[in-house]
């Protein structure tokens, strides 16, 4: 299939649109780094590939001078420990960072900075590669003055300081975080180019901190009268978010920790609120109030933003669950197959509603599906990697996968969403992703109607 109009049925190639100046003076360098690496990539033909076929793409150790001649680290003295006690990546992994998308927001200032999912190994994100959305910028806030207080129906309101919390029984959990936005500028007919700015608004770390139900419990919630909770955040953006009570008394948790580590400024230190499954905005940050109430509150940012525009012009509004989602993020836009042969496919996969059950993996764009393997762990509310081998003949190939979850919901194509959701919409696009593999190798974003 060629990229052509837009008429049902055909592909939309992608234009690059939203490309910051940085980002568009350092893609040939990522370019070049992954050809060298041949980290990611893939192409055409489906199917398993034997051994052989895929070793006789190595070169043959006896041709190599990398590994005949000893390299100066292999014979000399190597640095010390590192000056500022605190590590940091390889600077010939320099290149791979968040990237901003100026414009993207209302606010002058870029708010939203995304995660280079197209370089991530396993589930977890890096700290200091987990995307970030602000509504009023990051603070980086003392920990000895901040204060969280619960109040409400509750019998005994209560103010907790950092130490109170601290010294609390924790438990520690892997959740992924997306934004309501993400993968929204694919709803019209708009197609950025790589994986970092369609799915990028997305995370998978392990938090520490206590569960919001026994702090609930500590403040003696009236749990006959209870139904919702209102989370306000310490910044100056004000932001409050209902949340249910069934989810406020299940894995909610109130964090300090990420990663084995406290939360970094720019995710909410020293205190954000962690919703599994649920739109990352009710995931409030710098976190210093709980409200039980009777009734959703009805907030600024549940009214104005983060609501669903139905093709009949009304706004459906509360609806926060990230549905069963998947992408492949190698081979995907931006990258450039090495030659034909065998590659590795790989992505991830989740679900708001619990586990991934199963992906399949198509190469010629929804017409036949395979399995890919999912590799473990493989847990509620987290991402999950998977891998599908993969041989590619050097012709044209559109690469897709589609989740299933642990309730039986089966990710949609895009024309089936557009169809349920029209294409005015912003948030909750959990529709199947196309990447186009040209006969040169190159990949770029497509959309498959």
């Known amino acids: 299939m060629k990229p052509s109009s837009t008429r049902p049925g055909r592909l939309q190639k992608a234009p690059e649109f939203f490309l910051s ?154 959740y992924f975080i997306e934004c ?65 009570l069934k989810n406020a008394l299940d894995d909610v948790m109130v964090a300090y920790g990420m990663n084995g580590e406290m939360l970094r400024p720019e995710n909410g230190y020293p205190l954000r609120l962690v919703v599994p499954g649920v739109q990352g905005v009710s995931w409030v940050k710098y976190l210093r109030r709980i409200e039980v109430g009777d009734m959703p509150y009805d907030t600024k940012d549940e009214n104005l933003h983060y609501t669903d525009l139905m093709p009949d012009g009304k706004h459906r509004q509360y609806t926060s669950i990230q549905e069963v989602k998947s992408v492949i993020t190698t081979p995907s836009g931006g990258q450039v197959l090495l030659e034909k042969g065998f590659y590795n496919v790989t992505g991830i996969a989740w679900s708001g509603r619990g586990k991934i059950r199963r992906v399949e993996i198509s190469v ?25 081998d993969w041989t590619w003949n050097g012709s044209d190939a559109i690469l897709q996968s589609r989740a299933t979850d642990s309730t039986g919901q089966v990710q949609a194509s895009l024309a089936q969403l557009r169809a349920k959701r029209g294409t005015r919409s912003i948030y909750h696009n959990n529709a199947i992703q196309s990447w186009l593999v040209g006969a040169n190798g190159e990949v770029s974003n497509v959309q498959v109607a």
């Open 21 to 174: 100046r940085d980002v568009l003076e350092t893609k040939g360098d990522e370019r070049r780094s992954f050809l060298r690496k041949a980290f990611l990539a893939a192409g055409g033909a489906a199917g398993a590939v034997a051994a052989p076929s895929l070793f006789a793409q190595t070169t043959r150790a006896d041709g190599d001078p990398a590994i005949l001649n000893l390299p100066a680290h292999s014979k000399g003295l190597g640095a010390p420990v590192a000056a500022k006690g605190y590590g940091t990546p390889s600077k010939y992994e320099e290149n791979l960072q968040r990237r901003e998308s100026p414009g993207l927001t209302r606010v002058g200032a870029a708010s939203v900075s995304f995660a280079p999912l197209q370089g991530f190994f396993g589930i977890i994100t890096p700290s200091g590669l987990h995307f970030e959305r602000h509504h009023q910028g990051f603070w980086d806030i003392d920990p000895t003055q901040h204060r969280f207080m619960i109040n409400g129906l509750v019998k005994n309101p209560k103010v907790y300081t950092m130490d109170d919390l601290m010294r609390l029984p924790s438990i520690s959990r892997m």
């Open 180 to 244: 309501g936005a993400n993968t929204g500028m694919e709803w019209g007919n708009v197609a950025v180019p790589t994986v970092q700015y369609t799915h990028g608004m997305l995370s998978c770390c392990e938090y520490t901190g206590v569960p919001l139900k026994w702090l609930l419990d500590d403040c003696g919630i009236d749990l006959e009268k209870a139904k919702y909770i209102l989370a306000e955040g310490a910044d100056g953006s004000g932001m409050t978010r209902t949340i249910n």
């Open 364 to 388: 010629d764009g929804g017409k036949n599906w395979k399995d890919a393997r999912l590799e473990t762990p493989i847990l509620d509310k987290c991402l999950t990697r998977f891998n599908f």
